[in-house]
């Protein structure tokens, strides 16, 4: 038998070397994914929307006439009593005289203490004639009962009696009347003088209820019309939540349903109970312009009120509303799901590859999914799987 050299040795060997180099190198290497555990547990099924607080009985104190409220001195989070001070209505300032506006204001005045006068002497005049035409009667009387004088004499003397003493009740009116025209006419002058000095006639407006100031809505001093909101009075330890949820998700909410808050700001979740689902739906512009109908759902908060003592009105918090519960369900996270046509599908790591598995999906809710059939626990799913993930890959869980 020849011998064989050692240098054809050596290059046997390198050459199977590099084959197996170039072999390694086009080898498709194994993908790493992220896996999870099919487990068996309860499944919860919750709304998920965020929310925020109310007071549930608030007190918006309004401006009950026009005129120049005072500056509320009351802050945010003040506290008041029922028949506290909120604020002063005072008279809105006249308006502006001009030159000839003044001018003409001064001679109305100078007509009207001229009719005063006027009225004044035609009232003197009444009375003259009156007391004429009583002395007048009084003769033709005395006259008749001598005979000298005849009935209708006397009846001409009563006539012009009559005529005369209503002749002086008009004159007293003219003259009242001229009197009230010339304060008129001095009450409009007067608007303007500010030498005066007598403190203009107000209106107080007081809070209806004790409570806590929520906000001030109008805090300087202006000129308000009837019905102007001045402050909102509350009670902030007596707070609910406004949870506003798809019409479609709302059906399945149920008065009682507890309610998980959270990203409330405080150190853990809150425990809160549905109330009542309003009965009336709303539209609203989604974040992506679309179109939905939703509804509010009111929650109360269960948990000790020493959890959340600065939780405040208007607060922004997430709620989970469970609206179902299915005990020993096989779950599995949301994101190892995917639809090939009208079926559920996920890929389970066996033997180190992805194999395609159908599943039934009896509820997603959130992050998870409960299962009825395709998966037994402690299977593992690939989560999320990327467009290089086929069956028979190679695949290693990172």
């Known amino acids: 038998m020849a011998k064989v050299s050692p240098s054809r040795i050596v290059v046997a060997l390198l050459a199977v070397c590099i084959v197996g180099a170039v072999i390694w190198s086009f080898w498709p290497n194994p993908i790493p994914v992220e896996t999870a555990s099919a487990t068996r547990g309860t499944f ?13 009985e608030r007190f918006v104190v309004a401006s009950p006439l026009a005129g120049r409220t005072t500056r509320v001195e009351l802050d945010a989070g003040d506290h008041v009593k029922a028949g506290d001070v909120i604020a002063s209505i005072l008279p809105s300032p006249a308006p502006f005289l001009d030159p000839r506006a003044r001018r003409e204001a001064e001679e109305r ?4 203490e001229a009719a005063l006068d006027r009225a004044k002497a035609t009232m003197e005049r009444a009375n003259v004639v009156l007391n004429q035409a009583d002395r007048d009667l009084s003769r033709a009387r005395a006259l008749l009962e001598r005979g000298v004088s005849t ?7 009563e006539l012009a009696h009559h ?34 000095g007598t403190p203009p006639e107000s209106f107080e407006v007081v809070a209806p209820v ?30 609910e939540i406004v949870v506003d949820v798809l019409s479609t998700d709302a059906v399945e909410i149920e008065k009682g349903d507890r309610v998980i808050i959270e990203h409330w700001g405080g150190p853990k979740p809150l425990e809160g109970q549905v109330r009542t689902v309003e009965p009336g ?58 639809r090939q046509g009208k079926e559920w599908n996920t890929y389970v790591v066996r033997d180190g590859r992805a194999e395609l598995r159908p599943v039934e999906v009896l509820r997603r809710s959130g992050g998870v999914a409960a299962l009825s059939a395709g998966l037994e626990p402690g299977e593992q799913v690939i989560v999320y799987p990327s467009d290089s993930i086929a069956p028979g890959v190679r695949v290693v869980p990172r």
């Open 44 to 56: 919860v099924a919750t709304v998920d929307e965020d929310g925020k607080t109310r007071v549930r």
């Open 109 to 112: 005045l100078g007509a009207a």
């Open 151 to 157: 009935v209708k004499a006397v009846e001409q003397a």
């Open 163 to 196: 005529v005369a003493d209503r002749d002086v009740s008009a004159a007293n009116f003219q003259y009242h009347a001229a009197q009230h025209a010339v304060e008129q006419a001095k009450a409009l002058l007067a608007l303007y003088d500010r030498s005066t």
């Open 210 to 239: 004790a409570g806590e100031i929520i906000r001030v809505l109008q805090e300087s001093e202006t000129i308000v019309q009837p019905g102007t909101p001045l402050v909102e009075i509350g009670d902030c330890c007596n707070l």
């Open 281 to 338: 739906g709303f539209t609203k512009i989604s974040t992506l312009g679309v179109e939905e109908q939703r509804a509010n759902v009111i929650i109360d908060i269960v948990s000790p009120r020493k959890e959340w003592l600065d939780l405040g009105d208007a607060y922004q918090i997430d709620a989970r509303i469970e609206v179902l519960a299915i005990d020993d369900a096989l779950i599995v996270p949301s994101g190892a799901l995917f």
